[in-house]
């Protein structure tokens, strides 16, 4: 079954930094692009870091550019977020997601990670 599983989330002082891991098993990430997404209580999902297959364009949301940045490691299946200078409005859950080559939907999600930063 495949698996998306996200790790590294936690509860950090602004200013803090983390790095959230996104672990893939029956799953090939290199076949993919990905996606990491946030969503906070009582707001929707959005989109925050993407990076193509193989880390050539990364893209991020124009909130967390300067201070997120996204990676992969294709031999180790994984994708990570580094994320520094995080503020309390950056609380949120983090997943992350696998695009279809297809569609170009996200369409594979891990199950998030809690990433909570106090003031």
């Known amino acids: 079954q495949v698996q998306l599983v996200e790790s590294g989330g936690g509860l950090v002082q602004a200013g803090g930094s983390l790095r959230l891991s996104c672990a893939a098993s029956e799953l090939t990430v290199s076949s993919y692009a990905m996606g990491w997404f946030r969503q906070a209580p009582g707001k929707e999902r959005e989109l925050v870091a993407a990076?193509?297959?193989?880390?050539?364009?990364?893209n991020y949301a124009d909130s967390v550019k300067g201070r997120y940045t996204n990676s992969r490691d294709n031999a180790k299946n994984t994708v990570y977020l580094q994320m520094n200078s995080l503020k309390p409005e950056n609380t949120a859950v983090y997943y992350c997601?696998?695009?279809?080559?297809?569609?170009?939907?996200?369409?594979?999600w891990g199950q998030g990670t809690q990433v909570t930063v106090s003031s």
């Open positions: 997601a696998t695009r279809s080559p297809a569609s170009y939907e996200y369409d594979r």
């Open positions: 990076i193509s297959r193989f880390g050539g364009v990364r």
